[in-house]
């Protein structure tokens, strides 16, 4: 587990200075949080937060994505897609894919779960198309989401129903 903390902390940071636009943390932001604390996101036996990664050949981590299932009763029937990522050298690979197909199966094993959200940079036109073949539909687009430097970046908010 600590091994994969520390793979997962280069690899989520290596996407935030890359893509800044994609991701709500900054690179200066995910470089300051530990290796020890990111590890809570791989959750346990009776956790409800999931992260799973693609590993190729020894440690090296093609990429990963991640759930956060809602805390409150009222609203613990859904969850967040979180830190989704491939890195550039695996994609075309149907790394994304994978990844995903394989979380969504995990998250339909959680008692309860109906549906999942996510949002992705409106501009990403690789990652949107990713979703909407698993089955995420569109619900809105908000405007300026991020201001990333000096430029605004619009999300578009999804949603997976179980």
Same mark, same amino acid.
């Given at each position: 587990?600590?091994?994969?903390?520390?793979?997962?902390?280069?690899?989520?940071?290596? +996407? *935030?200075?890359?893509? /800044?636009?994609? &991701?709500?943390?900054?690179?200066?932001?995910? &470089?300051?949080?530990? /290796?020890?604390?990111?590890?809570?996101?791989?959750?346990? /036996?009776?956790?409800?937060?999931?992260?799973? +990664?693609? &590993?190729?050949?020894?440690?090296? *981590?093609? +990429?990963?994505?991640?759930?956060? @299932? %809602?805390?409150? =009763?009222?609203?613990?029937?859904?969850?967040?897609? $979180? +830190?989704?990522?491939?890195? /550039?050298?695996?994609?075309?690979?149907?790394?994304?894919?994978?990844?995903?197909?394989?979380? $969504?199966?995990? $998250?339909?094993?959680?008692?309860?779960?109906?549906?999942?959200?996510?949002?992705?940079?409106?501009?990403?036109?690789?990652?949107? =198309? *990713?979703?909407? @073949?698993?089955?995420?539909?569109? &619900?809105? *687009?908000?405007?300026? =989401?991020?201001?990333?430097?000096?430029?605004?970046?619009?999300? %578009?908010?999804?949603?997976?129903?179980?």
């Amino acid at each position: 587990m600590a091994t994969d903390a520390r793979v997962y902390w280069h690899t989520r940071n290596r +996407g *935030l200075k890359e893509f /800044p636009d994609a &991701f709500t943390t900054s690179y200066e932001e995910g &470089f300051a949080t530990s /290796p020890e604390t990111l590890a809570k996101r791989f959750g346990g /036996p009776s956790s409800d937060n999931l992260m799973v +990664g693609a &590993f190729a050949e020894g440690d090296v *981590l093609a +990429g990963h994505a991640g759930f956060q @299932r %809602e805390t409150r =009763a009222k609203n613990r029937h859904m969850g967040t897609l $979180i +830190g989704m990522y491939v890195t /550039p050298e695996f994609r075309g690979q149907r790394v994304g894919s994978a990844l995903l197909d394989h979380l $969504i199966g995990e $998250i339909r094993r959680l008692d309860g779960m109906e549906q999942v959200n996510l949002t992705v940079t409106h501009s990403n036109e690789s990652a949107r =198309a *990713l979703y909407l @073949r698993a089955g995420f539909v569109t &619900f809105g *687009l908000e405007r300026n =989401a991020l201001k990333v430097g000096e430029h605004y970046v619009d999300k %578009e908010h999804m949603v997976l129903m179980l």
